[in-house]
């Protein structure tokens, strides 16, 4: 069955990704607005362990890379791009990378299972074969 031209597990996926994008606009958007951490209830001291003296870099690496990054993997993704899946599954991918860091870096966050919930989503349904072969000139 196919809904909007799309497979349901590519649209899953897509909704997946584009959960992840809003929660990195917003989150990244307030760590560059407020690199203290203040906004969105995160203190300096946190910090303590990585090389950052504030959340800027981490905010602007989150607004772009998870951000605006997973956002155009959706629109490739709905658009039937080839290469969509396997950005999708690279964004899953940075994703755990991300926590990992995170985690190296003492954070203890109430994200943190959402997050790796919507990475291990990511990476599982980015190599389904129906993602895969997913493609806008497919017969029903």
Do not use: K
Request: a positive charge; aromatic letters at 6%.
């Amino acid at each position: 069955m196919r809904l909007r031209g799309r497979h349901p597990e590519t649209l899953a996926l897509i909704a997946v990704l584009a959960q992840l994008s809003v929660r990195a606009l917003v989150g990244g958007a307030a760590l560059i607005a407020a690199p203290s951490g203040r906004i969105v209830g995160l203190s300096p001291a946190a910090l303590g362990r990585t090389p950052f003296a504030d959340y800027l870099v981490p905010g602007i690496v989150l607004f772009a890379v998870f951000g605006v990054g997973s956002g155009a993997v959706c629109y490739g993704l709905y658009a039937g791009r080839e290469r969509a899946p396997a950005a999708a599954a690279a964004v899953g991918l940075a994703l755990l990378g991300w926590l990992a860091v995170e985690a190296l870096a003492g954070f203890d966050r109430p994200t943190l299972w959402l997050n790796l919930a919507t990475a291990v989503a990511a990476v599982a349904l980015a190599t389904r074969p129906a993602v895969r072969g997913d493609d806008r000139g497919a017969p029903p």
